[in-house]
Each structure stands twice: as structure tokens, then as C-alpha cells.
């Protein structure tokens, strides 16, 4: 069955361009996270869409990010001149409430 | 607040061990779940288990075992007889009602043979 699709799977950039990772959530699911995993490390909280309600942006780092979510659906993720630590793995997350989230395999971001 | 604690960063066994994995969280509301999640090596997360904060019922899914106590905030899993592909990062994380899902800093298993 379909589960959280993530483009691309990879993005090499150089520093200072701007970059856009894209979620597909599963259909019918109504929130969307955003985490970031950088090499070794734990799963940082980014953003989180839950149905129409406003967007919690509390973890994103700096205004160079930010995420919006189309329809209730497709979401996309933008970075804004690329630093090099915002090298990491984004992950994409989906659920129903309080379901467990689906994973994405995630798009490793690489700023030279 | 809420929070998520996995004291342990790394842990080392060898295979045929017993080894338990600590989670401690904090919150305030009184209907929240609780979850696991194993990221192997290959890097996607795999879902384990949810518990809701009205089922205190331990639960086995044959090696794996969860030990959920409210009294002390704690949800631990424990792998019994570890085998080599048990090696990953384990999360363990929180949502509250109507919140959005917090994770713990992982901790490392390693299953040396």
C-alpha cells in the first residue's frame, strides 16, 4: 500500500541556495510532521499540521525555514539559503489522531 | 512541559542478553500515548508499540516486552535473549491529547555476537 512518499531522496546544495523537500502524507491522514535527524542524533522536532487548525512551528530553527501544507495534503518543506548545518536527514511524518505515525524515508540534505 | 527521557545514549550487550531500555516522560494532561520506535541502521523508523494512558497492562510481543508505570512515569522496553538484529536506536516518545508527538534522544543498542 502507499505509505508517506518523500522527494528527493537525496539534495546536494551548495550554501546559500534555497531547497524544497516535498511530503506526500497517506491519504486520509490529517497531521503532517516535520523532524530533522542530523548524523547520530535524536529525532528534532520541526513543524507540525493537524487538519485546519494553524500550524505549531515551534521547533523550526530560524526563519530561514519554513513549511506549508497544500489541501490538507502535500506538503513542502523550504530552506532558505542553505547553511551547512542544515545538513541532516528531514524526516516526514503522517497519522489519523493519535494513531502511530508513518515515516517517511526521508530526504538527507547535503550543504556544501 | 512535557518531556521525554532516555537516560541510557548507548548500550552495549552481547548476544543471548536480557537488556532493558528506560523511558521516563513527563506531562501534565491525563489522557496521552505512548510509544516505541526501533531506527535500524538502514535508517527508516519502525513503529513497535502504543499505549494509552488508561491501559497499565504490561504487553509481550514475543521477545519484546513493555513495563508501562504511571506511578512512576516510566514505559521500558525490554528485549529478552537479544539477538545481533535487534542492534538499532530506540525511541521512545509522547503525545499528549491533541498535541503533537515528542521523542526522546534515543538510545544506541549494540549486539555484539
Known amino acids: 500500500g502507499a505509505g508517506v512518499s518523500q522527494s528527493p531522496s537525496n539534495k546536494v546544495t551548495e550554501k546559500g541556495k534555497d531547497v524544497e523537500l516535498r511530503c506526500d502524507p497517506i491519504?486520509?491522514?490529517?497531521?503532517l510532521y516535520w523532524y530533522r535527524q542530523s548524523l547520530g542524533q535524536g529525532l528534532e522536532f520541526l513543524i507540525y499540521?493537524?487538519?485546519?487548525?494553524?500550524?505549531?512551528k515551534s521547533g523550526l530553527p530560524s526563519d530561514r525555514f519554513s513549511a506549508e501544507r497544500t489541501g490538507g495534503s502535500v506538503s513542502t518543506l523550504t530552506i532558505q539559503r542553505t547553511q551547512q548545518e542544515d545538513s541532516a536527514v528531514y524526516l516526514c511524518?503522517?497519522?489519523?489522531?493519535?494513531?502511530?505515525?508513518?515515516f517517511g524515508n526521508g530526504t538527507r540534505l547535503t550543504v556544501t | 512541559a512535557q518531556k521525554v527521557t532516555q537516560a541510557q545514549t548507548e548500550i552495549s550487550v552481547v548476544e543471548k542478553e536480557d537488556v532493558t531500555l528506560d523511558c521516563v516522560y513527563e506531562?501534565?494532561?491525563?489522557?496521552?500515548?505512548l510509544f516505541w520506535y526501533k531506527q535500524p541502521p538502514s535508517g527508516e523508523l519502525v513503529f513497535l508499540i502504543r499505549?494509552?494512558?488508561?491501559?497499565?497492562q504490561n504487553e509481550i510481543s514475543g521477545r519484546y516486552s513493555w513495563n508501562f508505570q504511571k506511578s512512576t512515569s516510566s514505559f521500558n522496553f525490554t528485549i529478552t535473549a537479544s539477538q545481533v538484529v535487534d542492534s538499532a536506536v530506540y525511541f521512545c516518545?509522547?503525545?499528549?491529547?491533541?498535541?503533537?508527538?515528542?521523542f526522546g534522544q534515543g538510545t544506541e543498542l549494540s549486539v555484539k555476537p
Open positions: 491519504s486520509g491522514h490529517t497531521a
Open positions: 499540521f493537524q487538519g485546519n487548525s494553524a500550524p505549531d
Open positions: 511524518a503522517s497519522s489519523r489522531n493519535n494513531s502511530p505515525l508513518h
Open positions: 516518545a509522547l503525545i499528549p491529547r491533541g498535541g503533537k508527538l515528542i
Open positions: 506531562t501534565r494532561d491525563t489522557t496521552y500515548y
Open positions: 499505549r494509552n494512558s488508561f491501559d497499565e
